[in-house]
């Protein structure tokens, strides 16, 4: 995947931009990917290579503390962002499955972004409704109670500019608790 | 400044210079005790690989001998009961992830965990915890070496050998949880990696991670 010289070009000014105001040390790595991230809305590579290269630490040293944090990401957020929970109670109910079922539909793997930037899929920790395990988060909108059937109707509800309609408040899905 | 002292580690006098550290002083002085992750010149270690307990007269609770400063009149003994629980179950847990094929690999006779299960009298096999196979692809893409992240344990003697002595910065942890592991930036192979061949890192390997090919 090859990056259009404009976009290379945004990337290289935003990271510039932020590293205008921060001491240009070790000590500034995680709040220059913080506000780097807010800026882009993700860490891209050539980001993290010129927020090496000026900050004097070896890139690596910037990969490695960016994947130790679930708060950063490497791709770009998804037109539609799906989260899908996995907190204890989504967990033991079936979250997993869920995620298994978009990681297939959507034919990339969690924490990725599909090519067409259309969906971006990741996990997250409780959000705070247990009650409706398994959850995921469509677009800060919680669906409850998904199955693998129910992965599909949100997905068919997205491509079809629906997405309100049959949530799982509706019942659907409910018999498979 | 260097003032010298002595202690005792199991009924043996041992004279060193007060500051060092109680590992390196045991093992200069013949005592083995098990270790992966140490490494002399670090003031702060990362005591990572849970191997060195020891027990000091005075201290409630076995400690890891790769922190500790030795003091005057210091009462140390390697082998009790609670150490030898310690490290057999450090020793298993480092096993339950690790692909374990001695007859197979590269580092057959010269290995550290070898030494630590001949030296403690341990089995080298995965016991009570379930093993976590890790089936992450070998890296050949050097020319004279190659990382098989499968037997990695996690020391860190290879990011210290590149980081601190080669002071190349091609390699370091990654990642967290059960996905860390020793890499490059995004995940590169070596060969495409600020690496340059040196050897430090694979000489500095106490298992068969990094090896040289032949
Ligand atoms: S690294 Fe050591 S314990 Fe592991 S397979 Fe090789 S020789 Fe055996
Ligand atoms: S590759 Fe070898 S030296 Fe590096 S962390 Fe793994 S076991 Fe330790
Ligand atoms: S565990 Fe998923 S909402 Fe609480
Ligand atoms: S050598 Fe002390 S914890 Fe590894």
């Known amino acids: 995947m090859k990056m259009p010289e404009e976009e290379r070009e945004v990337i290289l000014s935003q990271v510039g931009e932020v590293l205008k105001d921060f001491r240009l040390s070790r000590e500034s790595l995680i709040p220059v990917l913080q506000k780097v991230q807010e800026k882009l809305g993700y860490l891209p590579v050539l980001a993290m290579e010129k927020v090496a290269g000026d900050l004097g630490i070896p890139a690596v040293d910037v990969f490695g503390v960016a994947s130790f944090y679930n708060q950063f990401r490497f791709n770009p957020p998804g037109e539609n962002e799906i989260k899908v929970c996995m907190g204890t109670a989504c967990y033991i109910a079936g979250g997993k499955i869920a995620l298994d079922s978009f990681e297939r539909r959507l034919e990339i793997k969690e924490g990725e972004t599909t090519a067409d930037r259309k969906y971006s899929l990741e996990r997250v920790a409780c959000v705070g409704c247990c009650t409706m395990a398994p959850v995921v988060v469509v677009n800060d909108k919680v669906e409850g109670h998904v199955t693998p059937t129910r992965v599909d109707g949100i997905l068919l509800g997205l491509e079809t500019g629906r997405q309100n309609e049959g949530t799982g408040r509706d019942g659907e899905g409910r018999q498979n608790r | ?193 600020p690496c340059t061949e040196c050897g430090l890192c694979v000489k500095a390997c106490p298992v068969g991670a990094l090896t040289f090919k032949t």
């Open chain 2, 1 to 193: 400044m260097s003032a010298e002292v002595t202690l005792t580690i199991d009924g043996q006098q041992v004279k060193a210079v007060a500051g060092e550290k109680l590992l390196f002083v045991a093992l200069n002085n013949g005592i083995y005790i098990p270790h992966l992750c140490a490494i002399a010149e670090e003031e702060r270690p990362s005591a990572c690989c849970r191997l060195c307990f020891v027990e000091i007269e005075g201290l409630s609770r076995p400690v890891t001998a790769c922190t500790q400063k030795v003091r005057d009149k210091m009462t140390v003994r390697t082998r009790t009961p609670k150490v030898d629980r310690l490290v057999k179950t450090g020793f298993e847990l480092l096993l339950s992830d690790h692909r374990l094929q001695c007859r197979t690999c590269p580092k057959n006779g010269a290995c550290q965990l070898q030494m630590v299960a001949r030296e403690r009298g341990l089995k080298l096999k995965t016991g009570r915890f379930k093993p976590l196979a890790k089936d992450i692809p070998v890296d050949h893409s050097p020319e004279t070496f190659s990382f098989d992240a499968g037997r990695c344990v996690l020391c860190g003697q290879c990011v210290h050998a590149d980081q601190n002595i080669a002071r190349v910065g091609a390699i370091n942890f990654i990642n967290r949880g059960l996905k860390r592991k020793i890499g490059t930036f995004n995940n590169r192979c070596l060969r495409d990696s």
